[in-house]
């Protein structure tokens, strides 16, 4: 089988050059273009990239994506920055290149996907839920934003199977002890010397809890939904927003009856 | 709106007792009858129970159930034993009595079912997992059936995902260390007083972990897993294994494109 | 050996009881009278009482254990309410009463003291450190009076060491996500249905976090302590304030060199 | 106030270049020698070395050490292979030169060094205990060290304080599933893509568990431990064998009565 095609855009940042790593690593994969902030994008047809990893800034993402949609080179993208006109431009550039693909992922982690999955899933079976995020201590936002969409997307899910509000019992205490509020759920940030990135989503019903945790220890832990997005993004035309999409379930995975 | 007419067969032991009184609490849902060991099965009819909960012993199930299904009554089944002769009966009985249900419920507890589904679900996407279970000091069995059931979904999981088999990279060490292997898992059992029932799946990828932590607080974890199961039951005609079947995703909840 | 005669004051309280029947199990203690509210003081005497354990409400503490200590009785008090005035009446009782002691305990859960002191031991050794207690849905106050207690002897620990104060480096972000700041240590509530009191002090310093969690999962978990408490107070005359002083190190355990 | 001089053996190494860094990096040492393999250990003199850091081989470790405590330097060694022989001829090197330290630290790591301390404060309060170690998938000695010595340390507490040996409760089960055995207390041994060194020590008593958890998440994670010791060897001559020597707590500190 011939390697996938791949070029990264924005190589010598310290995740571009990561990821140019982690593509050449990888045996179904080939790295034929690293390009830098001086590069020209012709370097990408030159090549013949099938795959563009663009990994730059708000401000050169544009211009970037638009040269690949134009020249059918699939793209997956790791920049910031998305407002709905600039998506709704993409999308344009989009139709009117069919059998292309575009990947947004807020976040590459395969674990921190996983963990805002699970925890729409839970939502709806118990009582309460709150979420604590824990990250080194020179984090200037708080809560995370990863904290912040969790919390969305879980209360989304307890509203839509119709649970009633959380109360908080608290008659007396401190401010801020009860976190943040977060459309009803509480979000606690704890910030630590040592550690890098962390969450807890904590499910509590009658006489049980449930808790499901994301731990990133090294900043290498994007990498694996880099090259996840990258395999993937070739089948899928038009516009994704979230990796999630890509993590996909096995066929004939849903419930059976009978035993 | 008419509240569901609900009897519990076993009413009298620690655990029938408790589902009982969850029963009689609930908005929902009317006790129409309690039955001990010497009660007659015809009080279900009498009392035209729609559901029995059924909670009593392996002697004892079969003559139970069979009187429920024949009687068009719905039945929510706790009790154990069900080898594949008994399953093959029940289906015949359940075949003769059209638009009737009957769910055999191993675990009633909401938060391990969905601890198992979750694991599943992650398997493919790490290259390692081991699970850790905690119990009480006077547990016998070791793992427990859950955790090695647990494993078991996890290893096929694994496996249906094409994923190699975890290496175990020890090459001196003591007897016991790595833990059970369940089909390529390795299972840990904890065993301290103070505890109840827990458990953890701890999954393993470059640079992150993801650890998905059920704990069994309080005996009355699994009330809301028989209220479930009650409430579902009479929608769901013929026989159904593992309460996982009633905790279904809302309709539309598949992944969408665009942002 | 003789047993220790012990009598429960308040003995027909849920804790009281649950405290008399601990003390009638046990093999070394005998207990020799439980005292309801209409009960006369004289009981304590006639039978024999060596200790008395102190189980009822502040507006009856005082009249209690003036008795107990006029007639020798050593005590162990749990009831709260205790202001400097009270301290002080207590103190004059005790030094007309030579050999005679008392303990008042705020929380008699051995667990929950060494969780104290394991933090202050650990305080000037980590730059950063926060607290998270974790308690069920019900619960009135937050933080947690052991959390708040805790976070003052890590900050008057880290004081006393000469640690600068922690920074805090969120520049934008939600009201509360950073927890409530009690000398300087973020405290976080999280309030869970299905939970009942825990506890987690995490430490971080350069590389790595240390984290001391305490679970309280059954509201038996203050027994240990009421027993240890009225096995050693007939030992130590005088006030003591707080069963950590009870939780002595053995004797030649202090730091050893040579290997 | 002047500096003090310090040095580092073994300087080229992944860990001795890590140390410099850090020595050069603090403000109140001067890093005034950094020994590679084939420097003369001459330099230490002529650059006046105070306080020198081992970091070497057990082949060289030795030789460097002779010549640092003949010529008054204060040594911190983290190399190992330290034999009862090894020992007893460095006590008579350093019985020859009085006012000279030496400190062997199997481990720097300060939160590793806190865990043992606490764990071993705590055995004595509790029936049960259980040890986990979590490490890379790399590891290839299962238990780790410190899991062995720490279960070993948390043993020797138990049966001093006479406490009776932990019972298994398995009659049946799978092999390996209840850990190795340490002295009879059970350790555990994880293995997982993504981690690094971690620990938890699980105590449990009636209706309680306590958790001494320690995370190792950078190999950054000795250095505090290193400086401390450099700071703390020029006062304490003769040898010391555990940097938890060097974690003293405050004087004062001890138990205090009264309120």
Same sequence: chains 1, 2, 3, 4.
Avoid: Y
């Amino acid at each position: 089988m011939s390697k996938l095609r791949v070029a990264v855009i924005g190589a010598t940042g310290r995740i571009g050059s990561e990821a140019a790593r982690s593509v050449e690593a990888a045996d179904d994969l080939d790295l034929v273009a690293s390009l830098g902030r001086h590069d020209s994008l012709d370097t990408l047809t030159e090549a013949g990239a099938q795959v563009a990893v663009e990994l730059t800034h708000p401000d050169a993402v544009m211009g970037n994506v638009e040269f690949c949609v134009r020249h059918g080179i699939h793209t997956v993208i790791g920049t910031t920055g998305w407002t709905p006109e600039r998506l709704s431009t993409l999308r344009g550039w989009l139709d009117a290149a069919p059998g292309t693909g575009a990947l947004i992922a807020p976040n590459f982690s395969i674990g921190a996907v996983l963990t805002m999955r699970f925890a729409q899933q839970a939502a709806r079976w118990f009582e309460s839920v709150e979420v604590i995020e824990l990250h080194h201590d020179t984090k200037a936002d708080a809560p995370s934003g990863t904290a912040t969409r969790t919390a969305q997307l879980v209360a989304a899910a307890r509203s839509e199977a119709g649970l009633a509000a959380q109360k908080d019992p608290t008659t007396h205490g401190l401010d801020g002890a009860r976190g943040a509020d977060v459309d009803g759920v509480p979000v606690h940030s704890v910030r630590l010397r040592g550690l890098l990135a962390h969450q807890e989503v904590l499910f509590g019903g009658t006489g049980e809890t449930l808790t499901i945790r994301h731990d990133s220890l090294h900043h290498s832990s994007f990498m694996p939904g880099v090259l996840l997005a990258v395999r993937t993004v070739p089948g899928v035309p038009g516009l994704t927003f979230g990796l999630e999409h890509f993590l996909t379930e096995p066929q004939g995975a849903g419930p059976q009856q009978g035993a």
